[in-house]
């Protein structure tokens, strides 16, 4: 057996075809063009990349963005006022501070200064708890992906066993409020799941993750996720991006995983190009509710 390979690049593709023509109608009707704002600070390589990819992202949907790049010296204080101007600027509809931070700024209270009408990014301590009331306003970027990548692809959750690796803010906490709750962005069989969330101190980890039928792996090693952790017939979503001396891997062992594993998402190509289109939704989200438009 062969993993069948889930295409996120074509996925993403497809809702960013829809999201264009939803942005022009939005445009005519209201005379607002959304606007994101991106902060970056330091002289981060990776970040650098994922902030250009952004922003041209944003071109070609027909969205607005504004990038705001700051040195690595910069003081927590002054990035706090950069973000205050953000949030009154009637024209900013989302906001973004690219992560990471230099280690002299508390990223929790930058993240935490954010307007949460315009936390594009779902990171807010209050879209958070929205979250896991079952009623967001926005949803974290990759996890929102990897549930559309789902959808789109015919793969429910409802009744299935999701096992995630990895309880990081960004992706496996939300991912596993996503997960159990009783209905989301996809419908009902985009939920209703029985979860659970794996991290350094799991006991057996292997055992746990074999008894997955949705194994998403988000830990931060590289190829961590071997075969033998994989129930046949598995799927198998790999967040992970890691660079290493041979180039771009996963979190998952992909040519050993593939031949167990019954879908699976490559890296690159995978789970990365849903998180950029879902930031362009959550920012003509924001828009629409700062107009007071839903239609």
Known sequence: MTATLLDGKQIAEQIRSELTGEVAAFVDRCGIRPTLAAILVGDFAASEVYVRNKE???????????????GSQTREEELLQLIEQLNQN?????ILVQLPLPGHIREARVLDAIDPRKDVDAFHPENVGLIAQGRPRYLPCTPHGISQLLARTGIKTRGKHAVIVGRSDIVGKPMALMLMNRDST???????AT??????????????????????AAIGRPKFITADMVKPGAVVVDVGINRTESGLVGDVD??????????LTPVPGGVGPLTVAMLLVNTLEAARRQAGRTD
């Open 56 to 70: 041209r992202a944003c071109q070609r949907a027909g969205l607005d963005s504004r990038v705001h790049r700051l």
């Open 90 to 94: 009637p024209a900013v509809h989302g």
């Open 186 to 192: 996809v419908g009902a069989d985009g939920a209703n």
């Open 195 to 216: 979860v659970t969330v794996c991290h350094t101190q799991t006991a057996d980890l292997p055992a746990v993750t074999r008894s997955a039928d949705l194994l998403i």
């Open 254 to 263: 992909f040519e050993a995983v593939k031949s167990i594993a019954g879908f």
